[in-house]
């Protein structure tokens, strides 16, 4: 089929809940996508900052081949290898003891909260279910994950939601501490807010979100399902300020474009899963998991965590240098390979993803008048500076 063949058959066949670019994407290959008609683009989203090696990086490929012609699923009634050398490799790499293996960035917080009430619960402490997170975050589409997010566009429609949740604004200490008290069971915070328009908070926020939590016996939650393996420059968003959570969640880059998320936490803390107090079917099975290990570890013998901080300092400094020449441009903000470029005056970027699209570069939105650029870790300056140029046209018309 062709790109108009698809794009009709789609509005036929699939539930109409995705404002989709008329656009089939059939093929990758690093930074590159083709689509249905062979046109090729740079992928500056990365499937929203799912791709952290580029498309069809070989070490993921053959460990995808592989693990699919020795075993692709049993029940994690029995145990699975790649999921313990996964588990081991994130422990390794982060603040956790133990991991739980998931399917999606939504299931990931959703065991992170259900962990945090249990918890609390095991620790004689009833009364402490609330979830304090932030106002323009984004958690997840299920019905606690969307309850959490602090944006009123994703409820709308899907009362009643479920009670014990509250929101307070990002990057503000004092009206977190207000919040927090003898009824929170954890604060709930991205590292850097990825959908609410790429909001980098000011140092020490983290920090200080930490103290209160401590001081008031909550727990700390960070989504890092966006911020986590790399994306940032690190292997957490949370690493940059030293801060170490005792819940957090990962998905998007993790498989580098298979599906699987991750619930990580303390000894202290995962005791309180027992048996039989959470499940998946699919969670940690061997193809995934077998994918994941291989993304995480070429990311480390690759050196990718310090090609994407080089590579994201350049990308800012000349996304800034054109900011500082264009009056369309109201600020840029990011870290490592997260960047937001935030149109002035409120103005709209989704055209301006269009317009891209129609150069051949692929980007994304974050909120109403945020450009988001996700691209692989593995992006190339000459592909940064390609669409720069792209860019800084379109800014000037
Ligand atoms: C994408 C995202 C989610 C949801 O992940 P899904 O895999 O779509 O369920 C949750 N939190 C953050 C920060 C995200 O960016």
Redesign the pocket.
Known sequence: MNNQEIVAAAGQVLMPTYARFPLALVRGEGTRVWDADGRVYLDFLAG??VCALGHCHPALVAAIREQAGTLLHVSNLYHIEPQVRLARLLVEQTFADKVFFCN??????EAAIKLARKWQKDQGQPDRTEIVSALQ??????LA?LTATGQDKVKIGFAPLPTGFLTVPYDDAAALDAAVGEHTAAVLL?PV???GGIRVPSPGYLQAAREICDRAGALLIL?????GIGRTGLFLGCDHEGVAPDIC?L??GLGGGV?I?ACLATDAVASSFGPGTHATTFGGNPLATAAACAVVQTLLDEGVLGRCRETGAYFMERLKALASTSAAVAAVRGRGLLIGVELAGGRPAGPLVGELMDRGFLAGTAGESVLRFAPPLTVEPNEIDALLAALGDLLAD
């Open positions: 929203i900052a999606s960035g939504a299931e990931a917080n975050s984004f958690h997840g589409r299920t994950t991205e807010q990825g959908e989504d890092e399902v966006q911020t969640s998905a998007k599906a998320g």
